[in-house]
Structure formats: structure tokens, C-alpha cells
């Protein structure tokens, strides 16, 4: 297996899958009832406030938004920083980047810090769904169900047609992917009413070990 293999392998997008589903669950149980993840929720309410006047409604919620437009710059100066050469390869940079980040989020006390708390996680969600895009050259997201809900059932309307195992292939990866984010959420759930705010550090550890997995393969090559 070469190094765009284990990339875009299925082990790691089952993991950052669920990765992406517990900071969803975990910025909405204890960070103010918010999803860090999918910006469009936050684009709609920030337009709503503007038509209404509420220019500071307006602006918090889009401070999220210009980050995890900061986060998918990043990704791609990383990119073409740090695309050969040195002792890691730009996605262990960007891997490491998340693990400081959201290590960062765990000490800060909620209540008045929800707010940095869910900037710094849309920043990071930014940075994974722009870092890991393909999933054995289909394109997915990590983060959010949206896409991968359309094109699985879009490869499982060809499979029905067709019965091509390649396209039954597809959709059972695009469904098992959007199954990941479905345990993310429901241990993000269950860990962060017991550890609260230290809760995501159990993210930490799963991109440990895709770090780990990414590196060992490089190593191997």
C-alpha cells in the first residue's frame, strides 16, 4: 500500500469519521447547543440577524464561519509548504495541528470560553475536511453527512441499475462512513456529560493514532 493509499484508506476514514461526529456531539451537549461542524446553519442565522437588524447576533455567528475558512487556507499552505521533503509529510502536519488545537479546547472552562471553544473546533474541522478528501478516490467529508448521504445513494441507484460491484462497493463505504460519525456522535454524547470539558481529548487520541498509522506507512515505504 503506497502512502495516497493509506490516505485516503477506509480505517482512516472510519476514524476521522468518528472523530468528526463527537465534536459535533460535544460542541452541542456542553459549548452552547451549537454544531461546529457544517456552516450552513451558521450562515442562515447569521443572514436571519442581519435582516433583522441584530448586527451583533450577526457577527457571532460568523466569526465560526471565517474560521473554517482560515482552517482550509491553512490546509492548503500546509499543502504546498510542506508537500515533500522534511521529516513529515504536510497531513502530519495538519494532524498535529489538530491534536494542539483541540487539546487547547479541553481547558477552556465553559460558560464565557464556549465561544473560542467552538471557533477553535470549526478551525479544526476545517482543516480535516480539506486534508483527507478522498476516500479510494471517491470524494467524501469527515465532518458532516451531507455529501456522503448523496453520493452513497447516488452509487447505490447505479448499483440497482447496473449491478456493478464496483458501485456496491462505493455506496456500502459512503453508508459505513456515515455510520463512524454516527458512534462519534453517540459516544461524543455519553463521554461528555460524564468528563465534561476534558471530553474531547478522547479526539486527541484518535488522531494519535491515525498520526501513527500515516507515519508508520511512511516509514515503511
Not at 136 to 141: D, F, I, L, M, S
Not at 166 to 176: A, C, L, N, P, T
Request: proline share 1%; aromatic share 14%.
Amino acid at each position: 500500500m503506497n502512502r495516497k493509499n493509506i490516505f485516503e484508506s477506509f480505517t482512516v476514514g472510519g476514524l476521522l469519521a468518528i472523530v468528526g461526529g463527537y465534536l459535533d456531539s460535544y460542541t452541542y451537549v456542553i459549548r452552547g447547543g451549537v454544531f461546529s461542524n457544517a456552516q450552513t446553519g451558521n450562515i442562515i442565522l447569521c443572514a436571519i440577524n442581519l435582516s433583522e437588524g441584530s448586527f451583533n447576533r450577526a457577527i457571532y455567528y460568523s466569526i465560526p464561519v471565517i474560521s473554517f475558512i482560515i482552517g482550509i487556507l491553512l490546509s492548503e499552505y500546509a499543502k504546498k509548504k510542506f508537500i515533500s521533503g522534511g521529516i513529515f509529510h504536510w497531513r502530519h502536519i495538519m494532524i498535529i495541528v489538530e491534536m494542539i488545537i483541540l487539546g487547547t479546547v479541553a481547558f477552556l472552562p465553559k460558560g464565557d470560553w464556549d465561544f473560542m471553544a467552538n471557533i477553535l473546533v470549526s478551525l479544526t474541522c476545517a482543516i480535516q475536511v480539506e486534508t483527507f478528501r478522498t476516500l479510494y478516490g471517491n470524494p467524501y467529508a469527515t465532518t458532516m453527512c451531507t455529501g456522503n448521504l448523496r453520493s452513497g445513494t447516488e452509487k447505490l441507484f447505479f448499483f440497482i441499475i447496473n449491478r456493478n460491484n464496483h458501485e456496491k462497493k462505493s455506496f456500502i463505504q459512503y453508508y459505513s462512513i456515515i455510520l463512524f460519525f454516527v458512534v462519534g456522535v453517540i459516544i461524543g454524547n455519553v463521554l461528555t456529560k460524564v468528563h465534561h470539558e476534558m471530553a474531547i481529548l478522547y479526539t486527541v487520541g484518535i488522531l494519535f493514532i491515525v498520526f501513527l498509522l500515516l507515519l508508520l506507512e511512511e516509514r515503511s515505504e
